[in-house]
């Protein structure tokens, strides 16, 4: 496997629209960003940070996200994540991850991901519904 140093990084933006709200989302009845939404931003700003970085054949899965919800944000307002590799542990990768909407910063995680086989893994999921 190549190596996988920390520092490695990415950004994602999006807008929110109504389907990012809390209310879309079943976690909160207002119209603002949920916090389902961002974890998932978080999660894909991470996967992204290590495009080109993994061997053919691997992938990584989320295995553990620590999020706090700092701020709420409106529809149709930008927000911004930032992952950035912090450690290498065998096939365990930890991020930290922030996010920021216009106007201040909305969220703050560790996230920890793991190197895995695609082919195996996959195989082994579909088995378990048999």
């Excluded at 109504?18 to 961002?38: N, R």
């Excluded at 590799?85 to 922030?98: D, I, M, N, P, S």
């Amino acid at each position: 496997m190549p190596t996988l140093t920390p520092g490695l990084s990415a950004e994602l933006k999006i807008t929110v629209t109504d389907a990012e709200t809390a209310a879309k989302w079943g976690s909160g009845l207002v119209p603002v960003y949920s916090t389902p939404a961002l974890v998932g931003l978080m999660e894909a700003t991470a996967v992204k940070a290590l495009e080109g970085q993994l061997e053919a054949g691997k992938t990584t899965v989320g295995g553990h996200i620590d999020v706090q919800h700092l701020a709420a944000t409106p529809v149709g307002m930008t927000v911004r994540a930032r992952a950035e590799l912090t450690a290498v542990e065998g096939r365990k990768l930890t991020f930290q991850v922030e996010a920021w909407d216009e106007v201040e910063k909305i969220g703050a995680a560790l996230h920890e991901r793991f190197v895995i086989d695609t082919e195996k893994f996959v195989a082994k999921v579909q088995a378990k519904g048999k």
